[in-house]
C-alpha cells in the first residue's frame, strides 16, 4: 500500500495520507487505526439525510463507518485520487488549498463527494483540527447509496449549487477590488 492506510472494523481504507502528519509538520504520526465506534448516530437529526424515509435510514446506516480520528491528521490530501466520502458528526477540520487554510469544517458538514462523483483528484487536503466522530462512504458504498436514495443526490446537488455561488460571488468580489 503507498503511503499509511487506516483501518475501520473489518475494512481497510487506502487513503494515502492517513496517518501521515500534513506536510506543515502540524502533527506526528504514521499509520493510525481510526477507532471504530458504535453505530448510535441517529442519522434523521443530520440535515443532509433529515428527509430520508426510515427504510431510507437502514439502507444509509448498512453502508456507513462510523469512526473516531485524533487531531492533526490528514483525512484527504489535494491532489490525490479520492476513495471516501466523509461527513463530520464532531469535531473540527481545516480545509486547505495549495497549503492555504480556506475554510472549516464541522459538525454536519461534509467533504469528499466531488471526487468520488467525477472521479478527478481531490480539490483540497483537509485536515483533522480536533478530535473527530466522522461517518465514512467508501466510493461503492457512496455509488450504492446515491441509487438506493434519489433524494440524497438532489439534496447534494443543491448544496453544491449553493457552494458553487458562494465560489463565484466570492470570485466576483475579489475580481472587483
Not at 458504535?38 to 424515509?53: A, G
Not at 439502507?59 to 471516501?84: D, F, N
Not at 492555504?100 to 483540527?129: N, Q, W
Amino acid at each position: 500500500m503507498q503511503g499509511g492506510g487506516f483501518a475501520v472494523a473489518t475494512r481497510v481504507f487506502r487513503v494515502r495520507e492517513l496517518g501521515r502528519a500534513p506536510p506543515d509538520g502540524h502533527t506526528s504520526g504514521y499509520p493510525f487505526a481510526m477507532a471504530p465506534r458504535s453505530q448510535s448516530i441517529d442519522l434523521s437529526k443530520i440535515w443532509l439525510f433529515s428527509t430520508c424515509s426510515s427504510r431510507e435510514l437502514r439502507t444509509i446506516r448498512k453502508a456507513l463507518e462510523e469512526v473516531s480520528v485524533p487531531p492533526g491528521r490528514v483525512l484527504c490530501e489535494e491532489g490525490t485520487i479520492g476513495r471516501e466520502f466523509f461527513l463530520i458528526v464532531e469535531g473540527e477540520a481545516s480545509v486547505r488549498r495549495k497549503g492555504r487554510r480556506i475554510a472549516t469544517l464541522g459538525p454536519g458538514k461534509y467533504f469528499g463527494e466531488l471526487a468520488l462523483l467525477d472521479r478527478r483528484p481531490r480539490s483540497a487536503t483537509v485536515i483533522s483540527e480536533t478530535d473527530m466522530l466522522l461517518l465514512v462512504l467508501g466510493q461503492r458504498q457512496f455509488n450504492g447509496v446515491l441509487d438506493a436514495v434519489p433524494a440524497l443526490s438532489r439534496k447534494m446537488l443543491a448544496a453544491m449549487a449553493t457552494r458553487l455561488r458562494e465560489a463565484d460571488s466570492r470570485a466576483s468580489s475579489v475580481i472587483s477590488h
